[in-house]
């Protein structure tokens, strides 16, 4: 693969790269379509990274669906597709791991200490084989292309990380492959999510500036679901997560929440004008 995209280096080519742990869906593909209308040369791989599960995480059930997967490039001229083997990437003795400190400690951090361990180190070896000038990152996991972003950074990575809005179903749940473990009751309370933080943009643009009060109504309206359990909710500084006291210019609110044993993520950066 890195040989594949030097090659097409030489030629004058611009590589692009989206990095998936597959079960694509119409976010994933929004990334794909941007790579392709911002690259000469798509490079897409697939791999459940083991790393960035903990015991307790969903590693086993994690939805895997290759052949559909494969299906659903097909129309977007996909250059190379990339499906290392778990050996591969993490042979017998491995013990390297890329950390980006302080900011992985906050957020989902907090409930899933090693997670982004996994996700830079994983990020870090697909940027060194695949050796591309862009990757893309979704805004819906936005700690995360924050981390990879610093991590870029900070190793002097010759990438440039771009990011892609979140794409969103009918009533505004951020799609996911997690999605798919909803029961139908669990996907309608879902929504409840999204709702919270539009009511966060509703109330900022009439005025409200004091993030306890938002905090607590944002935690009012997703209790209103018995059956959406919060893992955390935080008003922070779009580029440190920082959490902050007051609003002023753009902050971002993000939180997590379990739906039975199914975690899911959403976040929406507002500006207090």
């Given at each position: 693969?890195?040989?594949?995209?030097?090659k097409s280096k030489s030629h004058g080519k611009k590589v692009g790269f989206v990095p998936t742990m597959g079960a694509l869906h119409e976010g994933h593909l929004a990334l794909v379509a941007e790579a392709r209308k911002r690259s000469d040369v798509?490079?897409?791989?697939?791999?459940?990274?083991?790393?960035?599960?903990?015991?307790?995480?969903?590693?086993?059930?994690?939805?895997?669906?290759?052949?559909?997967?494969?299906?659903?490039?097909?129309?977007?001229?996909?250059?190379?597709?990339?499906?290392?083997?778990?050996?591969?990437?993490?042979?017998?003795?491995?013990?390297?791991?890329?950390?980006?400190?302080?900011?992985?400690?906050?957020?989902?951090?907090?409930?899933?200490?090693?997670?982004?361990?996994?996700?830079?180190?994983?990020?870090?070896?697909?940027?060194?084989?695949?050796?591309?000038?862009?990757?893309?990152?979704?805004?819906?996991?936005?700690?995360?292309?924050?981390?990879?972003?610093?991590?870029?950074?900070?190793?002097?990575?010759?990438?440039?990380?771009?990011?892609?809005?979140?794409?969103?179903?009918?009533?505004?749940?951020?799609?996911?492959?997690?999605?798919?473990?909803?029961?139908?009751?669990?996907?309608?309370?879902?929504?409840?999510?999204?709702?919270?933080?539009?009511?966060?943009?509703?109330?900022?643009?009439?005025?409200?500036?004091?993030?306890?009060?938002?905090?607590?109504?944002?935690?009012?309206?997703?209790?209103?679901?018995?059956?959406?359990?919060?893992?955390?909710?935080?008003?922070?500084?779009?580029?440190?997560?920082?959490?902050?006291?007051?609003?002023?210019?753009?902050?971002?609110?993000?939180?997590?929440?379990?739906?039975?044993?199914?975690?899911?993520?959403?976040?929406?950066?507002?500006?207090?004008?």
């Open positions: 693969m890195h040989l594949f995209a030097l798509v490079v897409v791989s697939i791999f459940v990274n083991p790393i960035q599960f903990a015991p307790s995480d969903d590693l086993d059930r994690y939805p895997r669906n290759l052949k559909k997967d494969k299906k659903l490039l097909k129309g977007f001229d996909v250059d190379a597709l990339f499906t290392p083997a778990v050996g591969e990437m993490f042979p017998e003795g491995f013990k390297t791991y890329v950390e980006v400190e302080g900011l992985a400690n906050k957020m989902c951090g907090r409930t899933r200490p090693h997670h982004f361990r996994g996700v830079t180190t994983v990020v870090a070896k697909l940027l060194s084989i695949v050796y591309p000038d862009l990757a893309f990152f979704g805004e819906k996991d936005y700690q995360q292309q924050i981390i990879i972003k610093q991590m870029v950074r900070d190793l002097n990575l010759p990438v440039k990380i771009a990011t892609v809005p979140t794409v969103r179903e009918f009533d505004g749940l951020a799609m996911s492959s997690r999605n798919a473990y909803l029961s139908e009751k669990e996907r309608q309370s879902a929504a409840i999510l999204y709702k919270a933080l539009s009511t966060a943009k509703q109330e900022i643009d009439r005025g409200e500036r004091d993030v306890r009060k938002l905090l607590f109504r944002l935690r009012s309206i997703i209790g209103s679901e018995p059956s959406v359990r919060l893992d955390y909710l935080v008003a922070a500084d779009p580029e440190t997560l920082a959490e902050v006291s007051g609003l002023s210019g753009k902050v971002l609110f993000a939180l997590a929440a379990y739906l039975g044993k199914t975690r899911l993520i959403d976040n929406m950066v507002i500006e207090a004008r």
